[in-house]
C-alpha cells in the first residue's frame, strides 16, 4: 500500500505540473491584459506537433530533444505574439464575450489547419532514451520522466515568480496590469509589453505541448481536451492568480492520480468535482479575490 501510494503521489505531481505549464501561460495572459484565451489549447496542440516535427518522432539524444522544446517553444510564442497584434490588441476595450467568440474562432482555425497540415492520423513521438524507464526510490518504482516533469514544473514555477516579482520587467507588467494608460504615461512600452506577455504565455503553451508529446497521441483533439483543463485550473485557483493555478494544477493532478489508483470507477471526475467543490465553497477561486484586479 505504501509503495502504491507514492507511485500515486509522483504521477499526480507529474501530471499536475505540466498542467500547471499549460495553465500558467493562460494565467498569464489573463492577469496582465484580461483576454480570456479559448485557443490557448490549440497553441498547445501545435507545440506538441511542431516538436514532432522537427524530431521526426524520433529522440536519439538530449540536444536532438532540447531542439524539439526549443522549436516548439519558438514557434508556438511567435505565433501568439502575431495574434496578440492581429487579433486580440483590437478586443482590449470589448467584453469578454466577445474575446471569448473572437479566441474560439482562431482555435477552430488552428484545429482546421493543423487538420490540414498534419492530417487526422494520430502520430507518435518517442521518448528520449534518457528519460525512458524508471528508478527505484524508497522501494518504489517511479517513471522517469514524471521526475523530470516535476523537476521541470517547479523550476518553472520558481522562475515565473521571480521574474513576475523580481525583476523591473516584471515590476513594469505588473504596472501595465494595473493601468496600461497610466504605465504608458510613465514612459513604459505598453504596447511592448503586452506583446512579450502573450508571446511568453503561448510559448507555455508550446512548452508543455513538446512535453506532453511522448506520452500521447498526437492529433488535433488534444487541443479541447487541454484547454478545458486549463480553464479549470484557472478557475480553481482564481482567475489571473500565478499561485492559484500552481495550486489547483497539482490539487486536480492528485485527485486524479489517486482516483485511477485506487478508484478507477471515478477517473475522469475529479477536474468536474474540484471545479464544483470550489465554486460552491469559494466561487472567486482559492486565490483570487472578488474585486482584485490581478495576483499574477
Not at 474575446?99 to 484545429?111: F, G, I, W
Request: proline share 3%.
Amino acid at each position: 500500500m505504501g509503495h502504491e501510494l507514492l507511485a500515486a503521489i509522483v504521477a499526480g505531481f507529474a501530471a499536475g505540473m505540466l498542467q500547471f505549464i499549460v495553465a500558467s501561460g493562460l494565467t498569464l495572459i489573463y492577469g496582465v491584459m484580461r483576454v480570456l484565451n479559448f485557443a490557448h489549447g490549440a497553441l498547445f496542440m501545435l507545440g506538441a506537433f511542431v516538436c514532432y516535427t522537427v524530431l521526426s518522432g524520433s529522440a536519439d539524444s538530449l540536444a536532438m530533444w532540447l531542439l524539439g522544446v526549443g522549436g516548439a517553444v519558438a514557434t508556438v510564442g511567435a505565433l501568439g505574439a502575431g495574434t496578440e497584434s492581429t487579433i486580440f490588441r483590437r478586443l482590449y476595450t470589448r467584453d469578454h464575450t466577445t474575446t471569448l467568440l473572437a479566441s474560439y474562432a482562431l482555435l477552430v482555425t488552428l484545429d482546421g489547419l493543423a487538420q490540414q497540415f498534419w492530417g487526422l492520423t494520430p502520430r507518435t513521438q518517442a521518448q528520449l532514451p534518457l528519460f525512458a524507464g524508471s528508478l527505484k526510490l524508497l522501494g518504489t518504482r517511479l517513471a522517469v520522466y514524471d521526475l523530470v516533469l516535476i523537476g521541470i514544473g517547479a523550476a518553472l514555477a520558481v522562475g515565473l515568480t521571480v521574474l513576475i516579482r523580481g525583476t523591473p520587467y516584471g515590476r513594469a507588467v505588473r504596472a501595465v496590469s494595473a493601468d496600461p494608460a497610466m504605465a504608458r504615461a510613465t514612459g513604459l512600452r505598453a504596447r511592448r509589453i503586452q506583446v512579450s506577455v502573450f508571446a511568453l504565455g503561448s510559448a507555455l503553451a508550446g512548452l508543455a505541448g513538446a512535453l506532453i508529446a511522448p506520452l500521447v497521441s498526437i492529433d488535433p483533439g488534444l487541443a479541447p481536451t487541454f484547454v478545458v483543463q486549463s480553464f479549470a485550473i484557472v478557475i480553481i485557483g482564481g482567475l489571473g492568480s500565478m499561485p492559484g493555478a500552481l495550486v489547483a494544477a497539482l490539487l486536480i493532478g492528485m485527485l486524479d492520480s489517486f482516483a485511477i489508483s485506487f478508484a478507477p470507477d471515478l477517473a475522469g471526475f475529479s477536474l468536474y468535482a474540484g471545479v464544483a467543490v470550489v465554486l460552491l465553497l469559494r466561487p472567486q477561486g482559492l486565490f483570487g479575490t472578488l474585486h482584485a484586479r490581478s495576483d499574477t
